[in-house]
């Protein structure tokens, strides 16, 4: 499919059943995840001997990037050393008013993500002081350094500010 296809909802067609359409994405996912898996057993993640586990969060977003709803859409990924571990992107739930508060959102889901990270190499006996959440957007870096709640975003859900409570 063409990245130019702008995908939108045909009001005149049968609403589809929510269940079993997840039910059959979620086959799909599948198969093509262990048919990926099986083919690429061959494939390993390099970590060079005696160099320090540097790992390092990036956080990014899409203002209204939904041609349907208009509802942005959060991306994070993470990198050990040179080789990117995890990543993921997911669609914000509520309608954000600014790229600024959209990147916030974004950044805070970065932070959760480097507490996990954080933790899960703490089961490999690895202990990182800090794992750095890298974000692009000044206002969303001053939003969070800021610890006073501004009027501006008094309507940012409180579960979204976790990356301001916790850096």
Known sequence: MSSETKLTRDEDEESVDDTKYCGMIGILLYLTA???IKG???LE???PKG???????YAGSNHAGDYVDRNSTSGVCTFIGYCLNSLFS???TALAISNTEVEYVSAGKAYQQALWMKQVLVDYDIKL?????LCDNKGAIDLRKN???HSHTKHIEIRHHFLRDNV
Do not use: N
């Open 45 to 47: 993640l390099w970590y």
């Open 129 to 133: 002081d800090d794992i750095p959440v």
């Open 34 to 36: 262990s048919r990926y």
């Open 147 to 149: 610890p006073v709640l």
């Open 51 to 57: 160099t320090r586990v540097e790992t390092i969060v």
């Open 40 to 42: 690429t057993t061959h």
């Open 90 to 92: 997911k669609k914000q």
